[in-house]
Nanobody, 120 residues
């Protein structure tokens, strides 16, 4: 069973930065960061596939960067210029087979989530 372990997150003022990290127990085809704010649907904010392709939602493009780590099967999300609307629970997610990086339903494996709070 593939497992995902997340770290990072926390509270920051608007304009600040945070970094999330995720380690998978085995190789995946794609890893993503998916967030969910209270009362809202899950949203894939960034993803990267095994070939190095990167995907960003319009809400975070230019502010967030997803990158594969030096350690195998790790991925980071660098979040800069954070806004109050970025406040959400952030989940690392992964899939062994995928077609649409922006569809949360594509991801079979999920981490426990880490809270990000941005105060204005």
């Amino acid at each position: 069973q593939l497992q995902l372990v997340e770290s990072g997150g926390g509270s920051v003022q608007a304009g600040g930065s945070l970094r999330l990290s995720c380690a998978a127990s085995t190789t995946t085809a794609i890893m993503a960061w998916v967030r969910q704010a209270p009362g809202k649907e899950r949203e894939v904010v960034a993803a990267c596939n095994s070939g190095g392709g990167e995907y960003y939602s319009g809400a975070v493009k230019g502010r967030f960067t997803i990158a594969q780590g030096n350690a195998e099967n790790t991925v980071y999300l660098q979040m800069n210029n954070l806004k109050a609307e970025d406040t959400a629970m952030y989940y690392c997610a992964a899939a062994l087979i995928w077609t649409n990086a922006f569809d949360p339903g594509q991801y079979t494996y999920w981490g426990q989530g880490t809270q990000v709070i941005v105060s204005s």
